[in-house]
C-alpha cells in the first residue's frame, strides 16, 4: 500500500482528524457575519440613513377648490363660479438644511452605537472562547489522572494477588479512582456546557458552521506598551468615548435646528376666480336682470405669521442644556477610558508574571514531584496515600496554570478593547 492510499485510509476512518483548528479570528469573524443581535443594532443603521431622506422633505404644497352663485331667482339659474387656489408654506431660518445635518449626525451616532455594541460582542465571545479552552484543558488532565488512577487500581490488584500490598490499600486505590471519575464526569459536563455557550454570540449553533470543531487554544501573549502610547490610541479608537463625540454633534445640531425652527414660515397663496357670462333676463319678480360678461381673475396673497409664541425661549434652553450634559458626559468618558486602560494594563502584566510563575515554576516542579512519587510507590517506597497527595497538588498546579492562562488571556482582551482594537489571543 502506498502513503497515500495509507493518509487517504486514515482519513476515511477518522475524517475529523486532519480539521483545521477554529481559532479565535475565525470564530469571532462568524460571530460577527451571523450574530442576529449585531444584526438587529445594524437595522438603526439603515433606519438612521432613511431620515436624511425625510428631513429633506420640503412642505407640501395644498390645492383648495370653491365653487360660488348667485341666489338670484330668475328664469335661469346664475352660473358657478369656480375658484381653485395652491398654497405652499415657504420655508426660512434653513430649516431644511439643519434637518438634513441632524440627520447625518444622528447617522454618525448609529454608527458609533453599532460599534459600541460590537465591541461588547467581542468581550462576551473573547470570553467564552476562554472558558470553553479552559474547561477542555481541565478534562484533558483530569483524563490523565484518571488514567494514572486505573494504573495503579490494576497494578493494586496484581501487587494483592503477590501478597505485596493489603486489601486496605486496594481498596483506597478504588476509593480514589472511583470518586475522581465523578469529577471527570462534573469536567466534561462543564466543557460541554462551555462548548455550548459559544452558540448564542453566533446566533446559530457551532456545529452548523464548525462542524467537530477543535478549538485553537495556543494563545499569544500581548505586546505591552507603554500608557503614554495607548492612551492616545484609546481616546482616538474607544467606542464609548467615540459615541460621547458623535452625541455631542447630534445634540449640536438638534440645537441649531430648534433655533431654525424659530423662523416663521410665510405661505404663498396663488387662487384664480373664473366666472361664466349670463345674457339679461327676467327674474321671478318680472323685474330685469342685467347680464354679466365672462371673467377671470388671478389672486396671489401672502400670509405672515405673528410670531407672539417666540418670546418664550425654553426649547433653546433645554436644547442648549442637552448639549452642556453631552460634554460633561464626554469628559467623563476620556477620564473613565483613562483609568480603564492603566487598571487593563497593571492586571494584564500581573496575570502574565503570575502565569510565568506557573509554566517555569510551580508546574514544572509540581509534576517532577508526582512523577517521583508514582515511581516510589511502584517500587514500594512511598505509600498510596502520599502518592495520591503528590498527585493532588500536580493536578491542582496544573489547574492553577489553566486558570491563569485563562487570566491572562482575558486580561489581553480586556486590555485591547480597552485602547478600541479588535481583540485577539
Given at each position: 500500500m502506498t502513503r497515500f492510499n495509507v493518509l487517504l485510509a486514515a482519513w476515511l476512518?477518522?475524517?475529523?482528524?486532519?480539521?483545521t483548528p477554529l481559532s479565535f479570528d475565525s470564530y469571532l469573524s462568524a460571530v460577527e457575519t451571523h450574530s442576529l443581535e449585531l444584526q438587529a443594532q445594524n437595522e438603526s443603521i439603515g433606519s438612521a440613513r432613511a431620515g436624511i431622506g425625510i428631513a429633506g422633505l420640503r412642505p407640501d404644497p395644498e390645492f383648495t377648490l370653491g365653487a360660488t352663485r348667485e341666489t338670484v331667482r330668475s328664469v335661469e339659474h346664475r352660473p358657478i363660479t369656480w375658484n381653485p387656489a395652491i398654497s405652499m408654506a415657504?420655508?426660512?431660518?434653513?430649516?431644511?438644511?439643519a434637518r438634513i445635518k441632524a440627520a447625518h449626525s444622528n447617522v454618525t451616532l448609529a454608527e458609533e452605537t453599532v460599534a459600541g455594541f460590537?465591541?461588547?460582542?467581542?468581550?462576551?465571545?473573547?470570553?467564552?472562547?476562554?472558558?470553553?479552552?479552559?474547561?477542555r484543558d481541565v478534562v484533558t488532565r483530569k483524563e490523565h489522572t484518571m488514567a494514572a488512577l486505573s494504573t495503579v487500581v490494576e497494578a493494586n490488584v496484581v501487587r494483592r494477588k503477590a501478597g505485596d500490598v493489603?486489601?486496605?490499600?486496594?481498596l483506597q486505590s478504588r476509593v480514589e479512582r472511583d470518586q475522581f471519575q465523578a469529577e471527570l464526569t462534573q469536567a466534561r459536563s462543564e466543557a460541554d456546557s462551555a462548548m455550548l455557550n459559544l452558540s448564542p454570540p453566533l446566533g446559530r449553533q457551532l456545529d452548523?458552521?464548525?462542524p467537530d470543531a477543535q478549538l485553537a487554544c495556543d494563545f499569544t501573549a500581548h505586546a505591552d506598551k507603554d500608557a503614554k502610547v495607548l492612551l492616545p490610541q484609546a481616546l482616538e479608537a474607544r467606542s464609548d468615548v467615540r459615541i460621547a463625540r458623535a452625541t455631542v454633534d447630534n445634540l449640536r445640531d438638534g440645537a441649531?435646528?430648534?433655533?431654525?425652527?424659530?423662523?416663521?414660515?410665510?405661505?404663498?397663496?396663488?387662487?384664480?376666480?373664473?366666472?361664466?357670462?349670463?345674457?339679461d333676463g327676467i327674474d321671478g319678480s318680472g323685474n330685469p336682470v342685467e347680464g354679466a360678461a365672462r371673467s377671470r381673475a388671478l389672486s396671489i396673497s401672502l400670509a405672515i405669521p405673528i410670531p407672539l409664541s417666540r418670546r418664550d425661549t425654553g426649547d433653546i434652553v433645554q436644547a442648549e442644556a442637552s448639549v452642556t450634559q453631552a460634554m460633561l458626559a464626554l469628559r467623563q468618558a476620556e477620564l473613565t477610558v483613562e483609568?480603564?486602560?492603566?487598571?487593563?494594563?497593571?492586571?494584564?502584566r500581573s496575570a502574565q508574571d503570575r502565569l510565568a510563575r506557573y509554566r517555569d515554576g510551580v508546574l514544572v516542579d509540581a509534576q517532577k514531584v508526582v512523577d517521583g512519587m508514582r515511581l516510589s510507590y511502584v517500587k514500594g517506597n512511598a505509600s498510596l496515600l502520599e502518592w495520591l497527595a503528590a498527585q493532588r497538588s500536580a493536578d491542582e498546579a496544573y489547574q492553577g496554570y489553566v486558570q491563569a492562562r485563562a487570566d491572562a488571556a482575558i486580561a489581553s482582551t480586556q486590555l485591547q478593547l480597552a485602547i478600541g482594537q479588535r481583540p485577539s489571543l
Amino acid at each position: 500500500m502506498t502513503r497515500f492510499n495509507v493518509l487517504l485510509a486514515a482519513w476515511l476512518i477518522a475524517p475529523g482528524a486532519f480539521a483545521t483548528p477554529l481559532s479565535f479570528d475565525s470564530y469571532l469573524s462568524a460571530v460577527e457575519t451571523h450574530s442576529l443581535e449585531l444584526q438587529a443594532q445594524n437595522e438603526s443603521i439603515g433606519s438612521a440613513r432613511a431620515g436624511i431622506g425625510i428631513a429633506g422633505l420640503r412642505p407640501d404644497p395644498e390645492f383648495t377648490l370653491g365653487a360660488t352663485r348667485e341666489t338670484v331667482r330668475s328664469v335661469e339659474h346664475r352660473p358657478i363660479t369656480w375658484n381653485p387656489a395652491i398654497s405652499m408654506a415657504i420655508e426660512t431660518g434653513g430649516k431644511r438644511a439643519a434637518r438634513i445635518k441632524a440627520a447625518h449626525s444622528n447617522v454618525t451616532l448609529a454608527e458609533e452605537t453599532v460599534a459600541g455594541f460590537k465591541s461588547e460582542l467581542y468581550a462576551t465571545a473573547a470570553a467564552a472562547y476562554t472558558e470553553a479552552c479552559r474547561t477542555r484543558d481541565v478534562v484533558t488532565r483530569k483524563e490523565h489522572t484518571m488514567a494514572a488512577l486505573s494504573t495503579v487500581v490494576e497494578a493494586n490488584v496484581v501487587r494483592r494477588k503477590a501478597g505485596d500490598v493489603g486489601g486496605i490499600e486496594l481498596l483506597q486505590s478504588r476509593v480514589e479512582r472511583d470518586q475522581f471519575q465523578a469529577e471527570l464526569t462534573q469536567a466534561r459536563s462543564e466543557a460541554d456546557s462551555a462548548m455550548l455557550n459559544l452558540s448564542p454570540p453566533l446566533g446559530r449553533q457551532l456545529d452548523a458552521l464548525f462542524p467537530d470543531a477543535q478549538l485553537a487554544c495556543d494563545f499569544t501573549a500581548h505586546a505591552d506598551k507603554d500608557a503614554k502610547v495607548l492612551l492616545p490610541q484609546a481616546l482616538e479608537a474607544r467606542s464609548d468615548v467615540r459615541i460621547a463625540r458623535a452625541t455631542v454633534d447630534n445634540l449640536r445640531d438638534g440645537a441649531a435646528l430648534v433655533r431654525a425652527n424659530r423662523a416663521v414660515d410665510p405661505t404663498v397663496t396663488v387662487g384664480l376666480a373664473a366666472a361664466r357670462g349670463y345674457h339679461d333676463g327676467i327674474d321671478g319678480s318680472g323685474n330685469p336682470v342685467e347680464g354679466a360678461a365672462r371673467s377671470r381673475a388671478l389672486s396671489i396673497s401672502l400670509a405672515i405669521p405673528i410670531p407672539l409664541s417666540r418670546r418664550d425661549t425654553g426649547d433653546i434652553v433645554q436644547a442648549e442644556a442637552s448639549v452642556t450634559q453631552a460634554m460633561l458626559a464626554l469628559r467623563q468618558a476620556e477620564l473613565t477610558v483613562e483609568t480603564q486602560v492603566r487598571t487593563a494594563q497593571r492586571q494584564l502584566r500581573s496575570a502574565q508574571d503570575r502565569l510565568a510563575r506557573y509554566r517555569d515554576g510551580v508546574l514544572v516542579d509540581a509534576q517532577k514531584v508526582v512523577d517521583g512519587m508514582r515511581l516510589s510507590y511502584v517500587k514500594g517506597n512511598a505509600s498510596l496515600l502520599e502518592w495520591l497527595a503528590a498527585q493532588r497538588s500536580a493536578d491542582e498546579a496544573y489547574q492553577g496554570y489553566v486558570q491563569a492562562r485563562a487570566d491572562a488571556a482575558i486580561a489581553s482582551t480586556q486590555l485591547q478593547l480597552a485602547i478600541g482594537q479588535r481583540p485577539s489571543l
